[in-house]
């Protein structure tokens, strides 16, 4: 059984940063995409971040590129994201999520519906 567990969401104020973390346990292959996404109050689940377990270039929303930094840490099954110079349009629950098995790095994993398994969410919070 897969589970994504994300930590490290909270308030800041603009301009600050968070580092969220999201542990993954149960996964039985290891070539795949993980993901941070995000949903505000209102609208759709966008995709943020994403990082593949084989070493391909990062993919990042344009809306992230320049702020945020996305890794892992594959000997603690940990996917990080980094995030800098925060704005109040940043606010959102924040998804770690994990797609099935993938390989190669042409056909990134984008789409919320590309990916399987799904965490419980951690919330940022940035005030003016």
């Known amino acids: 059984q897969v589970q994504l567990v994300e930590s490290g969401g909270g308030s800041v104020q603009a301009g600050g940063s968070l580092r969220l973390s999201c542990v993954a346990s149960?996964?039985?292959?290891?070539?795949?995409?993980m993901g941070w996404f995000r949903q505000a109050v209102g609208k759709e689940r966008e995709g943020v971040a994403a990082?593949?377990?084989?070493?391909?270039?990062?993919s990042y929303a344009d809306s992230a590129k320049g702020r945020f930094t996305v890794s892992k840490d594959n000997g603690k099954n940990t996917l990080y994201l980094q995030m800098n110079s925060l704005k109040p349009e940043d606010n959102g629950l924040y998804y770690c999520?994990?797609?099935?098995?993938?390989?190669?790095?042409?056909?990134?994993?984008?789409?919320?519906?590309?990916?399987?398994?799904w965490g419980q969410g951690t919330q940022v919070t940035v005030s003016p």
């Open positions: 999520a994990v797609t099935g098995p993938w390989f190669g790095c042409d056909n990134r994993a984008r789409s919320p519906r590309e990916f399987k398994y």
């Open positions: 990082i593949h377990s084989g070493g391909c270039t990062p």
């Open positions: 149960g996964l039985s292959y290891s070539t795949y995409w």
